[in-house]
């Protein structure tokens, strides 16, 4: 197919008409209005970057953008810890480790408005009915602070998230040749020497992928933010993203919203970049 | 040696069931405690109910209108995710035949697209789908075909880059145009990809809130999510009933894991490491 070919637009036509008119377009309209009063509908007048300057100098936006970055820290290390000790055990020859797979990845097929209503109920009912048979004081109370709506999402979403990890980790494990780690049996390293000289640097691109993949579905977490806490209390674990689609569909403030919506854009492109630069450069070391 | 070595793996069998017994947890106290009465679920939280109730599941069936709500998100995935695969697979198709600069440059935007995340474009996308009264059913499949094209089109293209263009050619010579090409030749090939963009497509389709509750919340074809949620909003702290509804909406999904478990794990791991 030629450029000048009709079949060739033709085909291409549906999918080109449809990121146009639900990705691209709105997206250079909402870099404009971001820089204008728009109310949603209409504007009257250019602001520049007033917006902007609004909005990190605004409270509620700095503390969902802070909260957001703990949880992504905490988060991506708890997920890959999880994700790669699940793998590593799956993979050893017991024989429940077809079913253990078939567990650990349940979670991640269900959506998140419904894991966080789950976990609201562990947390809130469970946790406090735990805590009273056994007197232990800290299950008492969750998701009723920040401290502990904190650790409720990082729980929720490695519970949620490390099965998925666990599969690209076992992918990358069952890739690493079983010669090697015979060999260094018989010159006799133990399990630590193995993993730490063979199994580790073999795996190290799935580190990569799997960083990447937990640090921005952690970012852009909104489901299950919502149903777990829905930013309690007091907006103390609203992240991000529902900080924007509280700012537009709550408060109406769509000018605001937007300029919000597009740092959100550059913070989530650059982790993005930094993965694809890293991976271009591995590509050209190997 | 061989004697520790089968101690050492006992007990990594145990700690392993251990782990998934916890990890399964959350889902035996939600399915126990729906079979609770309200007063119960205070009184006795983590054991199985004294007297089994199933008030909660027909009361929870009957609020969600589980039937229809249920055939609502099957519409919704199933011709969103057939519209997705169809004009994907025939845009990577045009796309993987066409070496040209310009082809290359299209294959980018929709490989860059991918960069963007929703609510950047939300707020706009409203508004102007909104102005063209396309805030409905058929909107949201269009919308699902804009956002879910990229990956797809990305997937279809790494794999048509296996199929000899001999194929084609040997095609055009006994007569067939380019969409029969597409449609006969090349599109049956595909039937492994495809699979794999279904299943990530349906995953992330099926429980999509945000959009549908931006797009047709209160239409009368309310999905799963949009349902259960209202639901909840009005059962607060009536966990008996939430959490039957809970697991009426889980069953599907749980079904679909086990009938099609090696695909998607198939699925998920080559989504991942594109």
Same mark, same amino acid.
């Given at each position: 197919m030629k450029n000048k070919d009709v079949s060739f637009w033709l085909f291409l036509a549906p999918v080109l008409f449809a990121l146009s008119a639900v990705v691209l377009i709105p997206l250079l309209f909402g870099v404009y209005y971001s820089f204008t009063n728009w109310n *949603? #509908?209409?504007?009257?007048e250019f602001l520049g970057l007033d917006n902007y300057v609004n909005v990190l100098k605004n409270e509620a936006f700095r503390n969902a953008l802070w909260f957001t970055v703990k949880f992504c820290v905490a988060s991506v290390i708890v997920i890959n810890i999880m994700g790669l000790g699940l793998a590593m055990l799956v993979t050893?020859? #017991?024989?429940?480790r077809n079913i253990l797979r078939t567990v650990f990845f349940m979670p991640n097929l269900i959506g998140g408005l419904i894991l966080g209503f789950i976990w609201q109920f562990v947390f809130v009912n469970v946790f406090s009915a735990i805590g009273k048979a056994t007197? #232990?004081?800290?299950?008492? *109370?969750?998701?009723?602070?920040s401290t502990t709506g904190f650790w409720g999402m990082v729980i929720l979403m490695s519970w949620q998230m490390a099965g998925y990890i666990m599969i690209i980790y076992i992918a990358y494990l069952e890739n690493v040749p079983g010669e090697l780690l015979e060999a260094a049996d018989i010159d006799g390293a133990n399990h630590w020497q193995k993993f730490r000289n063979i199994t580790f640097p073999l795996i190290m691109p799935a580190f990569t992928v799997s960083m990447f993949l937990t640090l921005s579905n952690a970012f852009k977490i909104y489901d299950q933010n919502l149903s777990l806490t829905n930013g309690g209390p007091y907006d103390s674990t609203t992240m991000v993203a529902m900080d924007i689609v509280n700012t537009a569909f709550?408060?109406?403030m769509m000018a605001t919203a937007q300029a919000k919506a597009i740092i959100f854009f550059i913070i989530v492109a650059i982790i993005s970049l930094t993965q694809v630069y890293i991976n271009k450069k591995r590509e050209v070391e190997m | 040696m061989e004697k520790k070595k089968s101690k050492q793996r006992l007990l990594l069998e145990l700690c392993g069931i251990l782990l998934g017994l916890l990890w399964l947890s959350p889902f035996y106290l939600m399915v126990v405690n729906a079979f609770k009465t309200k007063l119960e679920i205070f009184t006795n939280t983590t054991k199985l109910p004294a007297t089994w109730t199933f008030d909660n599941f027909t009361q929870a069936f009957k609020e969600l209108a589980f039937l229809k709500t249920f055939m609502n998100s099957l519409i919704l995935s199933v011709v969103s995710i057939a519209i997705i695969l169809f004009f994907s697979a025939m845009a990577a198709y045009a796309l993987s035949r066409n070496k040209s600069k310009l082809s290359g440059v299209i294959f980018f935007l929709f490989v860059a697209a991918m960069?963007?995340?929703?609510q950047s474009v939300m707020i706009p996308l409203v508004s102007l789908f909104g102005k063209m009264n396309a805030l409905n059913f058929y909107g949201l499949m269009f919308m699902y075909l804009g956002f879910g094209c990229s990956l797809s089109i990305f997937l279809y293209y790494g794999a048509l880059k296996g199929i000899p263009k001999s194929l084609d050619e040997a095609a055009t010579i006994d007569g067939c145009n380019k969409f029969q090409v597409f449609w006969y030749i090349i599109l049956p090939m595909l039937k492994p990809i495809s699979v794999t963009v279904a299943i990530l497509n349906i995953i992330w389709i099926w429980n999509d809130y945000l959009l549908p509750s931006l797009?047709?919340?209160?239409?009368?074809?309310?999905t799963i999510p949009l349902k259960l949620f209202l639901f909840f909003g009005q059962y607060t702290k009536q966990w008996h009933l939430a959490l039957a509804g809970l697991t009426i909406s889980i069953i599907p999904v749980i079904v679909f894991y086990l009938l099609a478990q090696k695909q998607i794990i198939k699925g998920v791991s080559e989504g991942a490491v594109k």
């Open positions: *949603g #509908i209409s504007y009257t050893t020859k #017991i024989k429940s007197g #232990i004081g800290w299950l008492q *109370g969750w998701l009723s602070d709550k408060f109406n | 960069l963007i995340p929703f797009v047709i919340s209160g239409a009368g074809t309310d």
